[in-house]
């Protein structure tokens, strides 16, 4: 990225883009030491992450990571 900044938002931003393609630009974004807020309807979009908050009816329906929301779908 061209400015310095440290607090990232990205809605449906790689909904056109392959995986492999968003794989590497979020690779090199997170390297940066910065902050990336990720929205998306779909979860499976979502690879890494240190906090998934999952919003259902306009309220916090989750909070914590991706594989702990998966094993309680389970």
């Known amino acids: 990225l061209y400015l310095k900044k440290k607090i990232l938002i990205f809605d449906e931003s790689f909904s056109a883009i ?26 499976k979009d979502i690879k890494d992450n240190e906090n998934l908050i999952v919003l259902k009816d ?9 594989k702990n929301f998966n094993d309680n779908l389970i």
């Open 58 to 66: 306009r309220n916090i329906f989750y909070q914590g990571t991706k």
């Open 18 to 43: 392959d995986f492999f393609t968003k794989d590497d630009i979020i690779k090199k974004l997170l390297k940066s030491n910065l902050t990336l807020i990720e929205i998306t309807h779909d979860i």
